[in-house]
């Protein structure tokens, strides 16, 4: 018993990322919401490039939104399969979002964003907007969004096969109406 609780435990260190959390903290307590199935919240947050991104922006695409920071290894790990992503699907209705949480201001996370050679939008997440999509435990939390901006899926961590599984869900999100 004792051994397969210290298996599941590691499996879930391996695949779900990085936490600020303190070991010691109890996480039942947090509350989180299933959100699949329900729209993206309303948001208008600061880009790193310039300007800002509203959930409006993304409506008729198909919207990878990761929340990230960049203290998080596994978060930097997935820089380039999220630049792979944005080239592959150029031209099509598709767009990847990178929304930084727990980072500092904008003066800290632009070098950042330079520094780790990210091609897709990055936006300064806040409270509001995590609550909106239902909390975040940990980093990376992934949303894929279909076009009419309704949650379609919510990948915790970097579990093995997720940016196959991520290409799946796109192909079959672009051929919906």
């Given at each position: 018993?004792?051994?397969?609780?210290?298996?599941?435990?590691?499996?879930?260190?391996?695949?779900?990322?990085?936490t600020n959390?303190?070991?010691?903290?109890?996480?039942?307590?947090?509350t989180l919401?299933?959100?699949?199935g329900k729209q993206?919240?309303q948001f208008?947050?600061?880009?790193?490039?310039?300007?800002?991104?509203?959930n409006?922006?993304?409506?008729?695409?198909v919207?990878?939104?990761?929340f990230?920071?960049?203290?998080?290894?596994?978060?930097?790990?997935?820089?380039p399969?999220?630049n792979?992503?944005?080239?592959?699907?150029?031209?099509?209705?598709v767009?990847i979002?990178g929304v930084?949480?727990?980072?500092?201001?904008l003066?800290?996370?632009?070098?950042?964003?330079?520094?780790?050679q990210?091609?897709?939008p990055?936006?300064?997440?806040n409270d509001?907007?995590?609550?909106?999509?239902?909390?975040?435990?940990?980093?990376?939390t992934?949303?894929?969004?279909?076009?009419?901006g309704?949650?379609?899926k919510?990948?915790?961590?970097?579990?093995?096969?997720?940016?196959?599984?991520?290409?799946k869900d796109?192909d079959?999100?672009l051929?919906?109406?």
């Amino acid at each position: 018993m004792k051994r397969a609780a210290l298996i599941s435990a590691l499996l879930l260190i391996a695949t779900a990322g990085c936490t600020n959390q303190p070991a010691a903290v109890d996480t039942t307590q947090k509350t989180l919401v299933a959100r699949e199935g329900k729209q993206i919240p309303q948001f208008d947050l600061a880009n790193v490039a310039g300007g800002s991104i509203k959930n409006s922006d993304l409506k008729g695409k198909v919207t990878v939104i990761d929340f990230w920071a960049t203290w998080c290894e596994p978060c930097q790990v997935e820089i380039p399969k999220y630049n792979e992503l944005r080239q592959k699907y150029a031209g099509k209705d598709v767009e990847i979002v990178g929304v930084t949480i727990e980072s500092g201001s904008l003066e800290d996370i632009k070098p950042k964003v330079e520094e780790f050679q990210m091609e897709y939008p990055v936006v300064v997440g806040n409270d509001k907007v995590v609550e909106g999509f239902g909390g975040i435990i940990g980093y990376p939390t992934t949303f894929i969004v279909s076009k009419d901006g309704t949650i379609y899926k919510k990948i915790l961590g970097s579990p093995p096969g997720k940016q196959e599984q991520m290409e799946k869900d796109i192909d079959a999100l672009l051929v919906e109406h």
